[in-house]
Structures are given as C-alpha cells and as structure tokens.
C-alpha cells in the first residue's frame, strides 16, 4: 500500500542545526513506511505539511494554508514554542491553534500546553540510530589519566554552554576533569568567549563543530555527558548519551527531566555553577554515583529506539490523513 505525500517545513533548514537534523530524521523515517517525503516544499501537492516550531514556521505555514487550505498541518513544537512564544506570541499561538495535531518531544511538554492544544498533542521522543561506537581519536596532547567529560551542542544563549567550564574552574587541584565541548558558535560573540576561555581554562576545550558521526564516538569516550541549557524542548543529546552508556548531569528544566526523571540524581538548578561542580567531583571522586548515573542512561535506551519513533510516526499521519 502506497503512503502518503509529506512534506516537512523547518526554519533553519540551510544550517546544520537540531531543526535540521530532526526534519532529515523523521523523512527517513517516514519514507520507511511507504510516506513520499519532501523537505521545505509548502503549497506543493502534498497531503500533508509537518512544520517543525510554531513561529519560526509560520510563514511556511501560511503559505501551504493559502495554496492548500484543505490540507492538513500538524506542528512540532520546540523549548523555544513552548518555553517561550506560546504565553504571549500571537503569531506562534495562531499557528497551534489551527494545526490539525501537535507533537512535543517528551512527555513534561504536555503540562505546558493550554487544555485544547493538549487534547491535540501527542509525545513523539527523538531516536537515535545505532553506533558502532568505537572511541575517537585521543586528544592532543594526549592524557589518557583525564575524567572527560562532553558538553554536546551548538552555542547560544539557551543553552549557556560555558557553565561546564565554569564549573571545572572550581574544581580542586587534583581534579582530573576535563570538559570537551563539541558544537559550534552560532554568532561570533560566542567563538571569541569559547576560545577565551580554552585559553585561559586548561580544563576546558572547544572543538567546534564536527560530523555528528565523531561527535557520538567522541561522546562515547567520554565519562559523562553535562546539559547544562536554560530551555529545552526535549534534547537528543540525552538520547545519544543513553545509547552509548553515558550518565547524564543535566540542568533541572521540563526539557531535560521529562527525558530523565524527576528523581535523576544528577539534576542541578540551572545557572548554578556550584552545584554543577558538585555534582562533577562527586562522579569523579565517587565510583558508586557514576556507575548509578550510567545505568540509569542505559535503562533509558529503548525510549530511543528508532523502530519506536517510525511507529509513533506514522501512526501519527494515519491518524491525521486516514488509511493511505
């Protein structure tokens, strides 16, 4: 049986960004179960548009709703839609008001949403494909005694990227922590405070940004992956860490602890820099509490299944366009 005709609206499309990669995802995904997928095509003869982020995809909205007002459109929201514009943007809160059906990314999302968007949202978790995670290459220099730790993703203000950095800073003498950080700087106002701060920091490297693929191995050979973001609509980065087996500090927001848990013990209040350097010393220092965030990472795993999402999927546009 043949699916249906999809075409998938993000506003960073031409940048390597999250957006990016979650409209590539969920088009393999969808062309997997028979869909016909297109990327960034609104008003074409589709039968259906996936707009991912409620503002930023607005006017790709508006202009499948002029050429094909009998379509249907389901939005994706983002931290950005919920966290931010959905309280008081009047063009973000048009968007979902109109959408056919909303997916948010984890289940916390839910309790954001005013009762009848979320009579129309369903929680659709990011997968990750699987790896065959061997580790990277060593850094230069060389220090295979480090405690590494990966701080994953690109800066910006959200997701207050140099706190790790910050936090190794008060970090006893004796510490071996090392905190790499992967993703790149999206104004040039953040590569000039990473590079200050990697040459002031000895604890600290910035290596911009790299093919997802090292970045994952790089992850891997990590001890801990740390998500220090203000704003998250639900992060793929826990689920890359899960994957490989690496426990997770994270800053305590709905983003992160929808993913995690509320009970995750390693949760720390956003913008604390002391407690996130707690909580460091003490996987360092502490073999029992790192291997306890390590397994909770593992147990985490199979929510990140790709098999689970492509259902979710697809069920998803039957829901919204019937049988194919």
């Not at 548009?49 to 607005?58: D, T």
């Not at 580790?135 to 060389?142: D, F, N, Q, R, V």
């Not at 993703?153 to 006893?172: F, S, Y």
Request: with cysteine.
């Amino acid at each position: 049986m043949s699916g249906w005709r999809i075409t998938i609206a993000s506003p960073t499309a031409a940048a390597r960004t999250g957006n990016r990669v979650h409209q590539e995802r969920w088009a393999r995904l969808l062309a997997r179960r028979g869909h016909r997928v297109t990327l960034d095509d609104p008003g074409a003869p589709v039968d259906l548009l996936i707009a991912l982020h409620a503002r930023k995809s607005a006017a790709a909205v508006a202009a499948h709703r002029a050429a094909v007002p009998e379509v249907p459109v389901v939005v994706a929201l983002t931290g950005t839609d919920l966290y931010g514009d959905l309280p008081q943007d009047p063009v973000a809160r048009r968007v979902v008001d109109e959408a056919e059906a909303l997916v948010v990314l984890q289940p916390r999302a839910l309790d954001r949403l005013e009762p009848p968007w979320r009579d129309k949202a369903r929680v659709i978790e990011q997968s990750v494909e699987p790896l065959d995670l061997e580790p990277a290459e060593p850094l230069e220099p060389s220090e295979p005694e480090a405690f590494d730790v990966c701080v994953l993703g690109h800066l910006r203000d959200v997701k207050d990227p140099l706190r790790p950095a910050l936090a190794a800073r008060c970090l006893p003498a004796s510490s071996r922590i090392r905190v790499i950080h992967i993703g790149a700087a999206l104004e040039p106002t953040w590569a000039q405070r990473a590079e200050a701060e990697a040459a002031d920091n000895p604890r600290y490297q910035w290596l911009g940004e790299r093919p997802s693929e090292e970045a994952r191995r790089r992850l891997a050979a990590c001890r801990l992956l740390v998500l220090p973001s203000s704003m998250e609509g639900g992060a793929i980065v826990i689920g890359e860490a899960a994957v490989a087996g690496v426990g997770v500090i994270a800053s305590r927001i709905d983003g992160n602890v929808g993913l995690l848990g509320d009970d995750h013990p390693g949760l720390f209040p956003v913008g604390d820099t002391a407690a996130l350097a707690t909580l460091l010393t003490r996987a360092e220092a502490e073999p029992a509490f790192l291997d306890e965030l390590r397994v909770r990472s593992c147990a985490l795993a199979p929510r990140f299944a790709p098999p689970r999402e492509e259902a979710a999927l697809d069920q998803l546009v039957r829901d919204v366009c019937g049988p194919s």
